[in-house]
């Protein structure tokens, strides 16, 4: 899965030099969740409604 894959190397990138399985929970999260969300919407696609 090419979206955790690059959502792991940011967290590496920008995080401490953790050992390959022992980076801490919240980051697992964090990278988790953002590839998730990207998966769920690829485009980046908003919506607003008018008259409101």
């Known amino acids: 899965m090419r ?3 690059d959502a792991s190397d940011l967290a590496a ?3 401490r030099d ?3 399985d022992t980076a ?3 980051v697992n999260t964090l990278a988790t ?3 998730a969300r990207y ?3 690829p485009n ?3 919506q607003s409604r008018a008259g409101d």
Do not use: H, I, M, Q
Request: glycine share 10%.
């Open 18 to 20: 953790w050992p390959e």
């Open 39 to 41: 998966l769920r919407n």
């Open 33 to 35: 969740k953002s590839a």
């Open 13 to 15: 990138t920008y995080g």
């Open 24 to 26: 801490p929970r919240l």
């Open 44 to 46: 980046g696609y908003t």
């Open 3 to 5: 979206a955790l894959d």
